[in-house]
């Protein structure tokens, strides 16, 4: 694929944010030496690059009670040599979805020949994996994982972690255009291919998000991502004294990251997770708090944001989602961060009260905070679900 360099790169610490990065060429053609006078604001991403890539990587997807259809299609996106992990948190009782999740992966992995795993995030024998490997900030009182895409995201990711995998990205699965799926995926590798660190992340921007209101408006911006990023950007200013709009990402749900950086992280639960994860990193190495990890802080983190050429389309799930799931806690993840100053947490409750998420005088709630991934025992871990996972997962075609 052809994507454009980065151009522009602002730092935070031992953080480096790159501007968005416009996609080119989907498909740039066989490798072929450059001209010398080859432009070098744009790069050239080779196959047998992108292939590498995919099969250092899982992809994780989760689902919650999405239409069968539109989970076929996402995973008929993903590129062949992904590894592919499934985590579930769909009904069982009366119509079990999970079990209809599990035969439509198993039908495609017959006919394509291909490796995926897939597990409920409400499996017993999980939260028993996590209890003895010693990582119980997801389990609820009732004993299991508690619901949230993060939880199941974070899940997934020590499966990713115990298959030896290098990278892990995170693709919904109520994304009705396959070539979209398949589109981040490159776009993840194109991203991996250009970092310098080990430590990277790269977060997709969709070119449009269409609406099917009257006719279709091809949109650009969703308004919780407008604030998010506002709010995130406002932090960034007000802690290096230059404004900048450089975060344009802040909710990417189609993101990944090396594991190398993902261990590090702390994740905030539901959908707060993808601003968090920023928050994190600047927490971890921007380099105003103590630093995480000596090691990242030497090497440095590498964010990159690429902007698809596919429309982004998905299922809506309504304003109240949107305000009370999506909004407020992710924008509360910066309001209680350390780093968070008064003028940026004023822009906070600003938004939260203008789109009546929160009263006056009120504050966001305060974020649940898992641990860094690197505290589990990966090899308890590993030992309780290897033999359950092949038992009931799609793996005939090894
Ligand atoms: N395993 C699991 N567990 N999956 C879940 C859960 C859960 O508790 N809750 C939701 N999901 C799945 C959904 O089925 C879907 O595949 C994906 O997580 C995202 O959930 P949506 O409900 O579709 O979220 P959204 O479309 O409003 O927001 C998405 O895009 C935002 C902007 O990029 C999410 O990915 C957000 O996290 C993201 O910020
Ligand atoms: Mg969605």
């Known amino acids: 694929m052809r994507i454009e360099s980065p151009r522009y790169t602002e730092r935070f610490g031992s953080v480096r944010i790159n501007e968005v990065q416009k996609v080119l060429e989907l498909d740039s053609g066989r490798g072929k030496a450059l001209p010398l006078n080859e432009n070098i604001a744009v790069q050239k ?134 070539g979209a799926v398949w589109e981040y995926v490159r776009c993840f590798t194109a991203g991996f291919s250009m970092a310098k660190s080990p430590y990277a992340m790269v977060r997709i921007q969709w070119r449009y998000k269409p609406k099917a209101s009257a006719g279709m408006f091809f949109k650009k911006w969703g308004r919780v991502s407008q604030i998010t990023n506002r709010c995130i950007n406002s932090l960034i200013s007000n802690k290096t004294g230059f404004e900048t709009e450089i975060i344009k990402t802040g909710n990417a749900g189609e993101h990944a990251m090396s594991l190398k950086l993902a261990e590090m992280l702390c994740y905030a639960s539901g959908y707060a997770v993808e601003p968090q994860e920023l928050i994190s990193v600047f927490e971890g190495f921007g380099g105003t708090l103590p630093m995480g990890h000596q090691a990242v802080a030497k090497h440095g983190v590498d964010i990159f944001q690429i902007e698809t050429r596919n429309p982004h389309l998905h299922e809506e799930k309504g304003l109240e989602h949107l305000k009370n799931e999506m909004l407020l806690p992710g924008i509360g993840t910066i309001y209680h961060s350390p780093l968070c100053d008064e003028t940026t947490k004023k822009i906070i409750l600003t938004e939260l009260l203008h789109a009546d998420a929160i009263k006056a005088g009120e504050e966001p709630p305060k974020p649940r905070i898992s641990a860094p991934l690197k505290n589990i025992n990966l090899q308890k871990f590993r030992d309780v679900m290897a033999e359950h996972l092949s038992s009931y997962s799609a793996l005939e075609e090894k």
């Open 45 to 178: 991403i080779e196959e047998d690059i992108i292939k590498d890539i995919e099969e250092e990587m899982a992809i994780v997807i989760p689902i919650k009670n999405e239409k069968l259809k539109l989970f076929e299609g996402v995973i008929s996106g993903i590129p062949h040599d992904c590894l592919l992990i499934v985590v579930s948190n769909s009904r069982r009782k009366r119509v079990d979805r999970f079990r209809m999740e599990k035969d439509t992966l198993n039908q495609f992995c017959h006919f394509t020949h291909r490796q995926a795993l897939i597990f409920h995030q409400k499996d017993p024998i999980l939260a028993q994996a996590l209890n003895e490997a010693g990582y119980t900030d997801l389990i609820g009182e009732d004993g299991l994982v508690r619901s949230g895409k993060a939880e199941g995201m974070i899940a997934a990711t020590f499966i990713a972690m115990a298959a030896n995998k290098k990278y892990v990205g995170f693709v919904d699965a109520d994304n009705y255009f396959p």
